[in-house]
């Protein structure tokens, strides 16, 4: 009995490595944020698998029951629209859950955005703190004060309608010339970065509609 965890592509489904491909051939059943999505993906490469759903409407109900499940088989693999699972995404309570019983966990390595998104900011790297996405309401001016406060670089998800939003109030906390990074569709045809200081990048897109997934990098205060 185990659980693999197997990152699936962010955009490029040629970004999907050989082993995660065996990975989900051999497996007994997989487990999918969107069923839907990951019968794409997996129509794509010929395989054929039980799916069953596993989204964040649905783990803290059915996860003690997966684990049963899970000790009857050999293996089983989870996966997640794009990326790795748990990261911003369903994994960490099957996870934890699975350990908890002893059945063995593994994660393959693979596609997540904050990575080379990060990478490519020119921005220091060494030292990070990814955050996910930001709270919409409670804590999220808090947020806002330890990121402008952080010596080091900070990483962030953010989605198409609310990324104007903690552009300005990026450069209401960090002021009008700390360095960020926006990058958007990542490993997808249309993956474009923009560079600059809060007012610059803002200013972009002032001019160019936010469309698409956004990972949003700050660096941190001299």
């Given at each position: 009995m185990k659980l693999y965890l197997v990152p699936t592509p962010i955009g490029n489904l040629e970004d999907i490595t050989l082993r995660a491909l065996r990975i989900?051939?051999?497996?007994?059943?997989?487990?999918?944020?969107?069923?839907?999505?990951?019968?794409?993906?997996?129509?794509?490469?010929?395989?054929?698998?039980?799916?069953?759903?596993?989204h964040q409407n649905n783990e803290h109900t059915i996860v003690k029951g997966l684990v049963e499940k899970i000790r009857t088989q050999e293996s089983v693999?989870?996966?997640?629209?794009?990326?790795?699972?748990?990261?911003?995404?369903?994994g960490f309570l099957l996870?934890?859950?699975?350990?908890?019983?002893?059945?063995?966990?593994?994660?393959?390595?693979?596609?997540?955005?904050?990575?080379?998104?990060?990478?490519?900011?020119?921005l220091p790297c060494e030292q990070f703190e990814y955050i996910?996405?930001?709270?919409?309401?409670?804590?999220?001016?808090?947020?806002?004060?330890?990121?402008?406060?952080?010596?080091?670089t900070t990483v962030m998800y953010e989605s198409p309608h609310r990324l104007m939003k903690t552009l300005e109030q990026l450069?209401?906390?960090?002021?009008?010339?700390?360095?960020?990074?926006?990058?958007?569709?990542?490993?997808?045809k249309f993956e474009e970065t923009v560079r600059g200081t809060t007012t610059e990048v803002l200013e972009h897109f002032r001019a160019h509609e936010p469309r698409g997934e956004f990972v949003v990098v700050?660096?941190?205060?001299?």
């Open positions: 989900l051939k051999e497996c007994d059943f997989i487990l999918a944020e969107d069923t839907r999505e990951s019968r794409k993906l997996l129509a794509h490469f010929s395989i054929d698998k039980p799916v069953y759903s596993y693999a989870l996966v997640t629209d794009a990326g790795t699972p748990a990261i911003s995404d369903p996870v934890r859950e699975c350990l908890r019983e002893g059945i063995e966990v593994e994660c393959l390595p693979g596609a997540t955005a904050f990575v080379p998104a990060l990478v490519v900011s020119g996910g996405f930001l709270p919409h309401k409670k804590g999220r001016e808090t947020r806002f004060k330890a990121i402008a406060a952080s010596s080091i450069q209401t906390f960090c002021g009008p010339e700390r360095a960020i990074s926006v990058s958007r569709e990542i490993s997808k700050v660096s941190g205060v001299e």
